[in-house]
């Protein structure tokens, strides 16, 4: 105490207590600057989420106009199929031209005459065929792909026998574009 009392001590533990009495404030200002760098993160954070979330939103409408060009591009096909002018002798041709690529054998067919409904020309076809079954697929198939008016299979009756030859019955109706 007779150092406290002299002054001896008095100055370091001035130094002490200022010494402390800084690294209080500039903890203080740590904290506080802690703080304010965590509400930054924050805020980054959740710009990084909206930020995410409009990508995403983007590869969305990138998908949809992908798959809408793909629509519209079958839709004008089918637009052209529909309004371009079909004779039957033309798609005659067209049926039998398939038929022959596949090997398949006709063994009975019969045409409608052209029937016209609500300005709309269309003629049936019925076919017993003789083929293999992925002959009669591609048959199928062609008809989906012809550029020739638009075939819709109304009917079909597939019978196979002990040789792996499929004997069809096959009724097909044609839209053949507008009168």
């Known amino acids: 105490m007779s150092d406290l009392r002299s002054g001896r001590l008095v100055f370091p533990l001035q130094l002490v207590l200022m010494a402390f009495l800084v690294s209080s404030i500039l903890l203080i200002v740590s904290t506080a600057d802690l703080l304010e760098i965590r509400h930054r993160l924050s805020l980054a954070e959740?710009?990084?989420?909206?930020?995410?979330?409009?990508?995403?939103?983007r590869e969305r409408v990138v998908e949809l106009v992908r798959a809408v060009s793909q629509?519209?591009?079958f839709l004008d096909n089918m637009e052209n199929r529909l309004t371009r002018r079909t004779t039957q002798s033309e798609l005659v041709e067209d049926i039998e031209r398939?038929?022959?690529?596949?090997?398949?054998?006709?063994?009975?067919?019969?045409y409608s005459p052209v029937?016209?409904?609500n300005g709309e020309r269309n003629v049936r076809q019925t076919m017993q065929l003789r083929s293999?079954?992925?002959?009669?697929?591609g048959f199928v198939a062609a008809l989906e792909d012809s550029s020739r008016g638009i075939t819709v299979v109304e009917q079909i009756d597939i019978q196979k026998s002990d040789t792996d030859v499929l004997a069809t019955s096959i009724q097909l109706t044609s839209f053949l574009g507008q009168e």
């Open 46 to 57: 959740q710009e990084l989420i909206e930020v995410k979330s409009h990508i995403l939103e």
């Open 71 to 73: 629509h519209r591009d």
């Open 98 to 110: 398939m038929l022959a690529r596949r090997n398949i054998v006709v063994e009975d067919q019969s």
């Open 115 to 117: 029937i016209i409904k």
């Open 132 to 137: 293999d079954y992925r002959a009669l697929r």
